[in-house]
């Protein structure tokens, strides 16, 4: 099959034909029609996210079908010809604290698609069929794929900000894009706020219901109840915190931040909140796929084929992408 490798991190990934991987126990075997390009993904490839298992296939917004199956528990759940997502929770243990307790995103031994496990920047990929979601009929291939990170992460990220009326994005790409109009379609108002100069997502987040968009710097227009920080800079940190009220919630969405620069106690004080989100359930999966034809979401995509995998990457470090980069693997 057809795949694009990462041989070893900062570099390039090399297009390469390599065997097609056979389904083991539990394990649903798919022919990729697209792959979502997320930002963690960058992460694993720069070097900022240790220890991937390489050579790699990076890619965990998996949009495919099955055409084979390794038997074992959890496979019968789909059969031959149906279409799948394959979300960034690729395994987790099911035995410890975590798991037996609805907290699987946190299992210290869970393994993540893209960066232990093969993903989908190739013509086929394995999966455990237990981690595995169908998609809605809504979504064509290509526009399904942000869902399955950009939506579930934003969607799980989204419940951790609480009832917030008045809610700042930092960041408008992938994630915030699908955020905001599930924030919409609740009611919530959205502030957006992107890097100094970007104009294009400014209006992007305008078009997409945002009543505010200005630069990441800028203060708001009134104080924000919470605040979701999508882009990966440290500095932004204590900016959401003087810009939301006390008792507010600020909540870092993404699994790598550069380092948060040290701030006042006086920033943090009057019970406001600051707290992570890692890795998504299944259950934050369930929830989202149901709710995001009934919104309906939208995913702004910019498609790519499989073989120019590098350049979607480099477009996505650079903020010049609009919405979501999708790789299309197979006729769609």
């Known amino acids: 099959m057809r795949a694009m490798l990462l041989d070893t991190p900062r570099r390039l990934l090399r297009a390469a034909d390599i065997p097609r991987p056979e389904p083991g126990p539990g394990q649903v075997l798919l022919a990729v029609k697209a792959c979502g390009v997320c930002r963690t993904d960058l992460h694993v490839l720069d070097g900022e996210l240790p220890d991937p298992a390489l050579p790699l296939i990076l890619g965990h917004e998996i949009v495919g079908t099955v055409t084979a199956t390794g038997g074992g528990p959890g496979v019968d759940r789909f059969g031959i010809g149906d279409r799948v997502g394959v979300p ?37 990929a394995v999966a455990d069929a237990r981690f595995c979601f169908p998609l809605p009929d809504h979504y064509a291939d290509l526009e399904a794929a942000p869902l399955l990170c950009a939506g579930l992460i934003g969607y799980r990220s989204l419940v951790a900000a609480g009832e917030a009326e008045r809610l700042g994005l930092y960041g408008f790409g992938a994630a915030a894009h699908i955020v905001a109009q599930v924030a919409r379609h609740q009611g919530r108002r959205v502030f957006a706020f992107t890097r100094a100069g970007d104009r294009d ?48 919630t600020v909540v870092c969405a993404g699994i790598h931040m550069s380092d948060i620069p040290a701030f006042p106690y006086d920033v943090l004080w009057g019970e406001r909140t600051l707290r992570s989100v890692a890795n998504l359930t299944r259950k934050d999966g369930e929830e989202f796929l149901a709710l995001a034809p009934k919104v309906p979401v939208r995913t702004e995509i910019e498609p790519y084929p499989l073989e120019r995998a590098n350049e979607a990457l480099d477009r996505l470090r650079a903020g010049r992408m609009k919405g979501a980069a999708v790789l299309h693997v197979a006729a769609v």
Not at 90 to 119: H, K, M, P, V
Not at 207 to 217: C, K, Q, V
């Open 201 to 248: 997502a400014q209006r992007f987040a305008l078009g997409l219901g945002a009543e505010w968009a200005g630069t990441s710097d800028a203060p708001p227009p009134e104080p924000l109840d919470a605040a979701i920080i999508f882009a990966p800079a440290g500095p932004l940190v204590p900016a959401a915190l003087r810009a939301v009220v006390k008792g507010g």
């Open 88 to 124: 960034w929770l690729g395994w987790s243990c099911g035995e410890c604290r975590y798991c037996r307790s609805g907290r699987e995103n946190l299992c210290d031994r869970a393994r993540f698609t893209g960066y232990q496990i093969d993903g989908g920047y190739a013509e086929y």
